[in-house]
């Protein structure tokens, strides 16, 4: 089955800084990626979608300037959460698409990027 | 707008039984995808199976069935013959569009399923 990858899987950082999360299609082509949210026993909250070569799209009440999405490649799209605050803390998840293969109806999950600001 | 509702906050059941999780969901375009994931403690969510809004037949995988019925918007799991590796949390939800549009899923509220040995 195809694999998506995440790095950090966790990550502890200082309120204030900023931190960056990788997410990777490793053998297949991702056209559209998305980043979810999830606070404990809570469901998974989709932040914004992206796809390759433009501007990703936010759901409603996501600060743009904040949680910063890049989706350079058609195998990485990156989360940078700037400026952290201690509600920050959440566990952030993604997952790749291609419309196509493996299978046009899935979406592949990342393992999830635990964050805790201090 | 769509919608995906999970009543059952929490389901118990005896290893070796079956288990039903109640799903439904609103949504006005009449191409959609619905879909249920299991999220063990670990985090990582893990594709259990997938329902087309055009296929005919309830999907199957493996323990997994999904009994569709569209005229009631609803999506519910069974799970046979449960293993004490099924307690996990688990998550319906709905992707409006065709398969290959790549669209988002919406999820439900999850319902955390723990087996009794």
């Known amino acids: 089955g195809a694999v998506v990858s995440q790095h950090p899987s966790w990550v502890i950082c200082k309120s204030g800084t900023s931190v960056k999360i990788e997410c990777r299609s490793l053998?297949?082509?991702?056209?559209?990626m998305f980043w979810y949210r999830q606070f404990p026993k809570q469901s998974l909250m989709l932040m914004a979608t992206?796809?390759?070569?433009?501007?990703?799209?936010?759901e409603q009440g996501v600060e743009k300037d904040k949680f910063l999405i890049n989706h350079a490649s058609l195998t990485l799209s990156t989360l940078t959460v700037t400026s952290a605050h201690p509600e920050d803390s959440s566990f952030y998840i993604c997952?790749?698409?291609?419309?196509?293969?493996?299978?046009?109806?899935?979406?592949?999950f990342g393992p999830g990027t635990r964050l805790t600001v201090t | 707008a769509q919608k995906i509702t999970q009543t059952q906050p929490g389901m118990f059941v005896q290893e070796k039984e079956a288990v039903t999780l109640d799903c439904t969901y609103d949504?006005?375009?009449?191409?959609?995808?619905l879909f249920w994931y299991k999220q063990p403690s670990s985090g990582e969510m893990i594709f259990l199976i997938y329902?087309?809004?055009?296929?005919?037949q309830n999907a199957t995988e493996g323990r997994y069935s999904l009994n569709f019925q569209k005229a009631r918007k609803s999506a519910n799991l069974v799970i046979s013959a449960s293993q004490l590796g099924d307690s996990a949390m688990y998550f319906c939800?709905?992707?409006?569009?065709?398969?290959?549009?790549?669209?988002?899923?919406?999820f439900g509220q999850g319902t955390e399923l723990s087996v009794k040995p």
């Open positions: 997952s790749a698409t291609s419309g196509t293969t493996p299978a046009a109806y899935e979406q592949y």
């Open positions: 053998d297949f082509q991702a056209t559209t």
């Open positions: 992206s796809n390759e070569g433009s501007k990703a799209t936010y």
């Open positions: 949504t006005s375009d009449p191409s959609y995808g």
């Open positions: 329902q087309g809004s055009y296929d005919q």
């Open positions: 939800a709905m992707r409006e569009g065709r398969d290959n549009q790549g669209g988002k899923l919406i």
